[in-house]
């Protein structure tokens, strides 16, 4: 027992030491219009601290201090002028300006290394004030920051990060490409205008870890139903995350190379194809889309001359988040050359099957463009 009590009160008696040999020096000073360096001076005679100075020091300063500790004094003395200070030994302390350019600067500065989540170190430096920026590197392999300062503009910065680095909301876009004929593309439309009106009534949607079955889902199973019956084809899905006011490109192109005769050979590579450019904005719950769409089909080759069947459109549209909007019902009959097959869609690798055979061509086919659009909130490693 004599053990424990004595083993205990050496525990206490050693944690009272090592508080009190921490504790922070305190001021008790009256300062009005006093030169800073003696302020800065009074302080170091009082607390028995050494406090040195570069030459940059300077000014009046106005302050009332009780019991105060040292470190929140030098806080409110260098604020008015922009001076910092670091503890560079135990009993020393030096004050200057936080100048990088200065020689005296590696006295005052300390490192810090930010890791940034949610956005990048490019958009973090342009979001931050301009005089903050000479104490900032940047990693943009491992998206950090790496500021070289007092610590009084760490903490500053450190404050700016947490507030900058959220979660942003992205908007997710999936596009739909569904060949079919002219029969049933109708039938389509009527069952994804059934699917959205009862959507929007019954506000079902999926968001983990709730299961449910979202308007998405739907869409995708009509679209698989259609495919077993052969009636229409899911030529491609694309997803795309983007930020508001930010552009979306959606390609579907081939490059067509052709050889004039006339005096000599010519080559020529020409551009086919379909080219969406999508640029979302949140408003409120509702997103809007502009759209700008640019089309071109090679429609037919002579010796020296070739027809290009070009076109261009753009037009904005509101939609519910995961509501199914149809951006595109193409008549495909429009877009065959006289040499047989799809000139664009022929070539790419997932339409191939579809538009290549002269043969089996269906002058009533057609290509339903289909666009969902929902807020999603993603890191900066995920973009």
Known sequence: MKKMFLSFFLIIFSILIFSQKEESPKVTATFYNTDLTEALNE?????????????????LVTADFVEVDLEKALDILLLPGGFAYRKIDENVYFVGLPDPNS?????????????????????FIGLIPENLKQYIKTNKERNQIV???????????????NKLDVAEPYIELTVYIVETNERFSDLIK???????????????????????????DIFEAEIDMYEKNETAELVTKQIVNVLPDQKALLS??????????????????????????MTPKMMNEIIQISFRTKSANLMDVKKDSYLLAESELETKVNLKPNEILLIGDLDLSQTYSRNGGTTFLKDLPFLRL???????????KRMMIFLTASPIFIGVDEK
Request: aromatic residues 10%; negative net charge; hydrophobic residues 35%.
């Open 43 to 59: 302080i170091s005679l009082q607390t028995g601290l050494t406090i040195l100075s570069d030459q940059y020091v300077s000014g």
């Open 103 to 123: 020689h005296n600067f590696i006295n005052l500065a300390e490192t810090a290394i930010i890791s940034l989540n949610y956005i990048t170190v490019d958009k």
């Open 147 to 161: 500021v070289y300062a007092p610590k009084n503009i760490i903490e500053y910065v450190q404050d700016l990060a």
């Open 190 to 216: 009527g069952n994804v205008f059934n699917i959205n009106k009862e959507g929007i009534k019954n506000s079902f949607s999926f968001s983990a870890p709730t299961i449910g079955i979202s308007v998405q």
């Open 252 to 277: 579907l192109k081939s490059s067509d190379s052709i050889i004039f005769t006339t005096y000599r050979n010519e080559f020529r590579n020409i551009e086919s194809g379909i080219e969406i450019e």
């Open 354 to 364: 579809l538009f290549g055979d002269n043969e089996n061509k269906d002058e009533n």
